[in-house]
């Protein structure tokens, strides 16, 4: 019989030999796990659609029930509380439900909201009736019998989400995330600061010059002493803004630990929120119908989120993943101009709040949302885009060593010790890729496209309208744009402007069928300013 210190031998030696000498191989239930931990990751972070893309992914690289359900839960909610898709909504909450998934009452509740929403009573009382019937505990808690006596007497909700009254419910303070570190975070007053007490944002002290913040668990300490309350509500002394991390921001600013990290939100009023995006978004040096273009695209796009995350913490992120904002360091004449001459005005789609995407550059193509991340908005079409050629990022080309690859790759949780081929599979239209198969050893993994940038790095692979090379041992991507390529080209109403196109015909041509109309809601109000 082997003895004992001869099985610990072979099992050290077995472990070396899978580690060390064996090729890693792809493991595609891995690969969906942390997909799926991504997209959830991004989903709570307001990146939606990044979410979107990874959630997809585990759809397609999973074979277990329980994760592919998840995975379709999640795009449910996303094209149902999101993108205002309602049918793409129903078929995700449909898949989750056929596949016997955790939140199959939620599925089904959320289900019969769409169908009332669309007016369809009778098919929401279908879904309503079997979650009353299958889930007695989570009706009672939800309310669910309540929403059901509505349905039937046809007293339901049936405005869209984005529709022109709900704006009546959206303040005129805009929630800027603009940090969120493990690291210590430094604010200063000039001539000094004030603190809320008691929590409240209504009741202000003076206190110390400067405070130093830190993050001890869920717990915040100012000074080194634990504050007693979950946030930390602080402004300017004298003046109407104050220094975070040696960037100065206006109005207040409130700060809570989170896990260890700490998360500080500006609150802002909207016009001076965008007055701190536009020279972050484009060059104030452009024409001044392109900078309005953009002035009221940026203001749509804002108020959408503050539809959309008004009972969470913040509406947007201050980078790329909402919109990219400098703060009162940043502000310039030019842009603030093109901001007040725009004020108040968003874009309306009939009655519907416009989701007015944009990017850098469309590379003579702008895509449909449609075959990007599967939604369907009439206004965020195919568009024949040639100005944009004229832009920066028109055309580039990058090289990526193999090694490389399969580093940014393992960041994503995709383990693999060599890549033979990446291979792509499906083209839109106008020529983007919408997947790709990562082909070596052990299972071939299928990624959407916009998932492969992310994971290369947005910046390196500027766009997904490319064509990729394998030679001597380096991946060469070639490519056109800058961007998802959805919505607004910014260089591209650039060269329009300077076409003599003014900003509304600018608007039009990037977002068919929509037009500006003035938001009544003063954006200039510190009236609420925390919410």
């Not at 999101?82 to 939620?106: F, M, N, V």
């Not at 009778?122 to 889930?135: H, I, N, P, T």
């Not at 749509?300 to 790329?320: A, E, G, I, K, P």
């Not at 076409?499 to 015909?505: P, T």
Request: aromatic share 10%; with cysteine.
């Amino acid at each position: 019989m082997m003895s004992m210190k001869m099985l610990r031998f072979n099992r050290v030696l077995w472990i070396f030999l899978m580690v060390c000498v064996f090729p890693q191989y792809i493991c595609a239930e891995t690969v969906a796990s942390a997909f799926l931990q991504r997209a959830e990751d991004y989903y709570s972070a307001g990146r939606y659609f990044e979410a979107i893309s990874f959630y997809r992914d585990c759809v397609n690289n999973s074979d277990t029930a329980e994760q592919k359900a998840a995975a379709l839960f999640g795009l449910g909610l996303l094209f149902d509380r999101y993108l205002d898709d309602p049918e793409q909504a129903l078929t995700y909450y449909k898949r989750h439900i056929e596949l016997q998934g955790a939140d199959s009452a939620r599925a089904l509740h959320y289900s019969a909201q769409v169908l009332v929403r669309q007016s369809r009573l009778d098919d929401a009382q279908v879904y309503y009736q079997k979650v009353l019937q299958g889930y007695r505990a989570y009706s009672a808690a939800h309310a669910v019998q309540s929403e059901f006596a509505d349905c039937m007497t046809g007293v339901g909700e049936n405005a869209g989400l984005f529709d022109r009254e709900r704006l009546q419910d959206v303040s005129g303070i805009v929630r800027v995330l603009i940090e969120d570190s493990s690291d210590s975070v430094v604010i200063k007053g000039n001539p000094g600061l004030r603190v809320a007490l008691h929590g409240k944002e209504n009741i202000f002290e003076h206190c110390d010059d400067m405070l130093v913040l830190q993050a001890d668990n869920n717990r915040l300490l100012v000074n080194n002493v634990p504050w007693a309350y979950e946030t930390l509500i602080v402004q300017g002394d004298g003046k109407d803004y104050l220094d975070v991390n040696s960037r100065r921001y206006r109005s207040r600013v409130s700060v809570r630990a989170v896990k260890g990290r700490l998360q500080v939100i500006n609150h802002v009023p909207l016009d001076y929120y965008l007055y701190g995006v536009l020279p972050r978004e484009v060059y104030v040096s452009w024409p001044m119908a392109a900078l309005q273009a953009q002035a009221v695209a940026a203001r749509t796009y804002v108020l959408y989120h503050m539809l959309v995350r008004q009972n969470l913490s913040y509406d947007v992120l201050s980078t790329t993943s909402s919109q990219v904002y400098g703060g009162l360091d940043r502000e310039h004449l030019e842009t603030n101009k093109a901001v007040d001459a725009t004020r108040s005005q968003v874009l309306f789609n009939g009655r519907q709040l416009a989701l007015t995407l944009y990017h850098a550059n469309s590379g003579g193509v702008v895509e449909a949302i449609d075959d990007v991340w599967g939604a369907r908005l009439p206004y965020l079409q195919r568009v024949v885009d040639t100005p944009s050629l004229q832009g920066r990022h028109a055309r580039w080309s990058c090289t990526l060593s193999i090694s490389e690859v399969i580093k940014h790759l393992a960041d994503y949780g995709v383990q693999c010790s060599n890549l033979d081929n990446i291979e792509v599979v499906k083209r839109s239209g106008s020529g983007r890729v919408e997947d790709v198969v990562l082909k070596g050893q052990g299972a071939p993994v299928l990624v959407g496209g916009n998932t492969l940038r992310l994971m290369l790095g947005a910046s390196v692979v500027k766009s997904t309208r490319f064509i990729i090379e394998k030679i001597d041992g380096v991946f060469r991507f070639t490519g056109t744009g800058y961007g998802h390529g959805v919505g607004m080209s910014q260089w591209g109403a650039y060269a329009l402007a300077k076409q003599g196109a003014d900003y509304r015909a600018i608007l039009a041509h990037y977002y068919p069928g929509t037009k500006p109309i003035v938001w009544k809601k003063s954006s200039q109000t510190c009236a609420g300013l925390l919410r």
